[in-house]
């Protein structure tokens, strides 16, 4: 099983993410990973009111929030069963996790996934030559 903080896991959900993006739907070009995490970043602030912004002030947590309203922009997992699945993948596990390990990753799921797709927009945004 890998860890969260190797450069492995790191990869892995890197590709889940870029591979959930795309842009077609909505008349956008999203070939490049700089293009799709800018033009999922584009649909949130189009939809991110002001209200929402004086409510939770923290953005990451209201890119989860957004996230769990299951937009079209970034379909990503989104059933309990779902989810585990796709942690074990990402994390290359051939059994089960533990009761207590589920039931955390589950509830922790959104706020994590918006974790990694801001540092994946930190990482592609600030690389030249993507």
Known sequence: MLRTNTKKYAQNIEAYLLGQIDGTEFNTKTDTPKEKINFVFDEFDNQDCEYNKRRTPNHQQRFADWLMGLPSAMPIE???HGILELAKELQELKGEYPEEMEDSI???YFS?????IHKLQDKINNNKNQ
């Open 78 to 80: 989104f059933t309990n």
């Open 106 to 108: 589950i509830k922790n």
């Open 112 to 116: 994590f996934m918006s974790l990694q």
